[in-house]
């Protein structure tokens, strides 16, 4: 059962046991896989929300519609060679694993997720992003307070985060922190396309008010679902335990998608929403 009041109150709702054991089996063994083969040749790609330097690479600006892995800057040594095992190297894999890996793409569209985001007033949902968090043990980064409509904006806002746990998440390896009734505050900034790179907007000049924040932690399997302006953040990850996790963020198919926003697809991939290949092989016959 949704509690969808609740979500429109707090900014955010705890969902336990959406994916199950297998389904999360499934996604990190890929996940895995992919940051294996991953081979970056010269330039290490790095993902560092801290310093925000990636947001200049053509490697990130981008890998929109594609599967991209990102180092954790701590993985690299100063020679900029890996210092741990490729797949804990990685801070993320995006940004459209849910459009070109047939796992994510079957399991992102898996009916109970289609019927949570339905539950919590989406009405004709496109899956615009993906990311898988490996957050890895002693490396993985920490996320400063954001809210995703910066990154990912529509007019009107529409975008919903859903994020789940592949590993029990808890203070010591990273978890979420939110701020009940946070996302009633106006949108700060704005992520976008500027010359060949990228820069922010200033929308409000008022800091994110994240005074009352809580810590998130829950079980493996368990989905947080925010919206629009909820801030969110997370720490860095000093545990000896992973914090795997999935991010699959949702806009609504009629807001206007500015053509200046970060993240930006080719005409040949479009956005589809929830229903699956099945589904829409169905329908045309
Ligand atoms: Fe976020």
Redesign the pocket.
Known sequence: MINAARFHNDGFLVVPGVLDAAQMATLRARAEAIARDFDPGDDQPVFDPASAKHAQDRWFLESGDEIRCFYESEALDEQGRRRVPAEQAVNKIGHALHDLDQDFARISRSPKLAAIAQALGMRDPRLLQSMYIFKSPGIGGEVPW?Q?ATFLYTDPITVL?LWIALDDADRHNGCLWMVPGGHRQSLKQRFVRHGEGTRFITLDDAPLDARGAVLIEVEVGTLVAFPRKAP?RSDPNRSDRARHAYALHLIEADAFYPEDNWLRRRPERPLRGFATEADSEETQS
């Open positions: 954001h995703d985060g969110h």
